[in-house]
């Protein structure tokens, strides 16, 4: 399949500070792709380069084919950016937001029209047509966001954290819809700070930090190579069950309070553990991708 | 992109958004334009015109009322697309991010930018024929020489929107407008022919204001108004011209460094 996105040794430096530093990543057409990584690890930045808002240090990035650096206008109009922040026009109705967005497009105002009918259906919010967008809950300011990144009908879809902040209802709302987006053969690219989103959503992903990748592949390649099938967390400070870590032969994380062990194979190998240290307490789960992306990033405050 | 690709008519999607936004409330936006040179023309025309009685306009003499009703226009074009790329551009550029969404369709900075002085010209355009409209109603606008009024204040509204447009890009926050406002609109707004003829400065006073914008939009206006163009007038064009094209260029560039990093 054909990369919509390809970026080659993308770098980008503000002064001396280098906020991305010789990225390559390719996005296949019709896929998911996640951008992880925790703040400041040049997510937003990488995604403000891909649709020419800030221009590249150095390095190539591709998209529909064309290159970026003298082609952005024709790439920014088959491309919809939902970004981090509400930049919604809090001057306007909901639907004046969509149709004059269109303008910035020049789409014909009679499609505009009905395309902008059809996406307020699509994320529900007909009846807040002529609300203003100060009315809107966190939730509904997301999909109009989204909505109106939708409005040229883009090929590719930029999502910058599109869920931070949401009530759980709203940010399943939000999966089911980019799923549906997704199915509609859609290509996103997402970054996010959630694990169980990007496991949901992304076919492929890669987490980035201090500017470099530091893992890519599918969220189940990745939890499987990087942390396990099963995960057993044993709470408390104890000396055995910490020389018991280091001495079963498995993978495992020793924490300050807590030493979680990792089992490749079955939740058996970790049976032993949880019957000789905590019998009543803990139980083992599924490793996760948050397993993997802590133990990458490491788990010290960022900011 | 290159430098040329950076331009088209596209702006006008930019000054459509204002103008959709202004459409909205446009009863109250016509109010300060309206009401403002109707009490300054009370008050001073009226009230201070009664002890002042004449001014030297040219060689002749008219009555205050008709001297300061075209520096009421020439100044409301200065408020008005000045205040509107300074504080109005700044809010929607730094505190409603319209700018950052618009960055992620195909408009380009420099379409945004000149859509917002474009849009600043308008709003001194459109008060303009508000203010001529009072200054008619008190019998001071000459024909036909006023109807010329209103395209010269699109101009002077560029140059005004310009030199905003300018600040905006170098301002680190909104309080700091505080600084151009006092040093630049509100003497301009006094000492460049408004209130009382500039022969009255002292010679140096004199040259300053000048070399204000101010002064030639005045000129300018106060002759079409009272039917007394001169050749000066279109040195006056020129220098109006001038200014915006210089004006135009550094708030493009202040811009550019401002928000493309």
Known sequence: MDAVIEAKELRKCFGAFTAVDGISFQVPAGSVFGLLGPNGAGKTTTIRTLYGFSPLTSGEVKVFGLPIATSHREIKARIGVCQQDNTLDPDLSVEQNLLVFAGYFRMDRKIAASRARELLSFFAMENKRAARVMELSGGMIRRLMLARALINSPELLILDEPTTGLDPQSRHQLWDKLTELKAAGLTILLTTHYMEEASRLCDSLVIVDHGKILVEGSPAELILEHAGRFALEIEGRDPETRRFAIESGLKYDILDQRVILYSDGDEASLEEARRAFCPATCLTRQASLEDVFLRLTGRELRE | ?261
């Open chain 2, 1 to 261: 992109m290159s430098f040329k690709n950076r331009f088209s008519m596209r702006f006008a999607q930019v000054w459509r958004r204002n103008l959709i936004v202004y459409k909205r409330i446009w009863k109250i936006n016509f109010l300060p334009p309206m009401l403002e040179p109707i009490f300054y023309l009370t008050a001073f025309g009226l009230g201070l015109g009664s002890l002042i009685k004449t001014v030297p306009y040219r060689g002749a003499e008219v009555d205050y009322l008709s001297f300061i009703a075209p520096g009421l226009i020439a100044s409301a074009v200065m408020w008005q697309s000045f205040f509107e790329t300074t504080f109005a551009s700044f809010v929607r550029m730094f505190y409603q991010k319209t700018f950052d969404a618009m960055l992620s369709t195909p408009l380009t900075l420099e379409e945004i930018i000149i859509g917002e002085i474009v849009w600043g010209a308008t709003k001194a355009f459109i008060a303009s024929v508000l203010v001529l409209c009072v200054v008619a109603a008190f019998g001071r606008a000459g024909l036909p020489g006023s109807l010329l009024i209103p395209p010269v204040a699109f101009l002077g509204g560029l140059a005004f929107a310009c030199a905003g447009m300018y600040f905006t890009g170098i301002t680190p926050n909104i309080d700091m407008f505080n600084l151009p406002m006092f040093l630049f609109i509100t003497p301009m707004f006094l000492f460049s022919g408004t209130f009382f003829p500039i022969d009255n400065l002292p010679v140096w006073a004199g040259f300053i204001a000048k070399a204000t914008p101010l002064y030639h939009l005045t000129l300018l206006i106060r002759g079409l108004c009272l039917g007394g163009l001169g050749n000066d007038a279109w040195l006056s064009l020129a220098y109006l011209a001038v200014f915006t094209a210089v004006a135009a260029t550094l708030a493009l560039r202040a811009m550019r460094r401002r928000l493309v990093r």
